[in-house]
């Protein structure tokens, strides 16, 4: 479907049993489940699609080891077993990561749970080797709940780290190994959860671009950002899925909370072949000088460097500040003391806010678990369920409690469930190599594409890469645009079907180009002069688009372009 039919679709129909707001993980995770079960579903997002905070993480699918300090059992438990359903049921996007954790002392970090339990210490002293062969026992524990192919932890003394990773500093005493799972393309992952319920039923609708204004009686007002055109809707229940926003739209919607603490964090995006190579496809995470939990991570053939935690009222804090930068840039030489780097490197710059529930202490303390806040509206006002916290990993969960709880308050039963169900391309991937290279022969189409593009299709779509490949038709859409990754005939695919509305759409969540450095003045134009006429583009629009997509790159991640 295309954003216009479905504005079209929405501007001639009422009523819905829920409204979903905010486009982000965890209401696209509610949209799927909602839709399966049979009911009839809006979702809308005030931008596009996994725009928001989903779009701003460390792309980790993990347990999050270090929440164990706080006594966070419940949270970590949940969220090792989400990360290991997220490697079977995504596996196309959701990749095993090796970790390691560089450790600097033996027996030091043992008081810090008790003694933050008990209030009695804010900062943590450095985790040492026994303290984290404690957390990882739990760790392994908790995963081995749920089927999973990954290897066990351990930890190396300082000789075998210096074999494995040659150019990690010897400051250490040990080096704890373990695996937790990457994320590759996060935005993509919500646009397949998002097409999947509209797949499930025709009664089921999602719109970028479409905000919510307000409420009056049983009639929810929207706004389409693109025209100014105002529609409503009367939803037997609404879910406040807004992330850090969820406090603005219970006052739009007349009911107004208290909920979020956001914290805001930042990430670089390194572009240095020296330093990739050094990681050896491991994600180095480590206590920094000041004690914080950082990290320096391959991703795709670039580096992610993240992240700060620093406390914010403000849901649209969306830039990485030059002190932010020079933090991360600070992190390498503490443990890559031999490689020379500097912001010459960065190739892009990311910045989101946690909406993390309200809380005291250090930022890095408040809690990231998530729960559900009903408010039932007076008179005919439909009731409003916020979602409030929950981590990246742990979406299809946290979706699953608040549809049960949807479902309980409409009367309704649950007919099928997540758990085991694929997302997008994920469904039916390959487990032997055979399989594999059997499925990347199809992705040729009979030799039509090279093996390698095929390969590369394969990679980023699953099992859906058929489908793609056939838009990539020689003998131009099968070449790579300008200085990219990706084939012309992906865009074509994208704007055919993934509802695009803008070139932004393009190059930063339907692909990763500007996150990867890719974006060039003349990407830009090439992308949006396919674009154009597939998406009804005049000559004047797409120059703004080019326009508007410079400015933001500049604003937001730091991009210049010529
Ligand atoms: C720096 C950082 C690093 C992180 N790293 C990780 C990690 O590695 N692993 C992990 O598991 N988690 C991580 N997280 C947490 C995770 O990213 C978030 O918890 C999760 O993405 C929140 O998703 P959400 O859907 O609740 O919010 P969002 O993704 O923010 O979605 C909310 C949506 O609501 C929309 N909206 C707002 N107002 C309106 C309105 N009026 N009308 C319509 N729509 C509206 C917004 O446009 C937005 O798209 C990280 C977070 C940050 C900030």
Redesign the pocket.
Known sequence: MNRDTALGTLAARTHFDVLV?????????VFRDLAAQGLSVLL???????????????????G?IRYLEYGEFRLVRE?VQERNRLLSNAGHLVKPLPTAMPLRTRGSGLLNAPLRFLRLRDRASPRGVWVVRIGLAFYSLFSNAVANDLPGHKVLNRTDVGRLLPHLTTELKACALYHDAL?LH?ERL?WELVAEGMQRSRQCLALNY????GMSDAQVE?RDEATGRELVVEPRIVVN??????D??NG?LGQASRLIG??????LVLDHPNLFAALGGHMIFFEAADGRIVLICPFHDRVLL????IRTDD?DADQCTPEEEVYLLNLVPQMFPGIQMDARHVVYRY??????GRGGGEAGQIS?D?SLHLHRGAGSAPPVLS?V???????RA?AEQASDRVLGELGWKRTSATVDTPIGGGGNLPRTKADRERAIRDATLDGRLKPTDAEALYGRYGTTAVAVAKACSPPDLDERLPGSRYLAGEVVHICRTEMVACLGDIVQRRTLMAMLGEATPELLETVARMAAPILGWSEDRCQREIKETTQLLARRHGVNLP
Do not use: E, Q
Request: glycine share 20%; hydrophobic share 35%; charged share 10%.
């Open positions: 707001i905010g486009a982000g993980v965890n209401g696209a995770g809308v997002d005030k931008g596009d699609f996994g725009s928001g905070t989903s779009a701003a993480s460390s792309h980790l699918a993990h999050g969220a994320i996060p919500i479409v905000s919510v204004a929207l899925a807004a992330g850090p926003w969820i603005r739209v739009n956001g914290t805001k964090g930042s990430h993240g992240t700060t935690d849901p910045c989101g806010v946690r909406p993390l990231r998530h979602l916290g929950g981590k990246w990993t742990t979406f946290f």
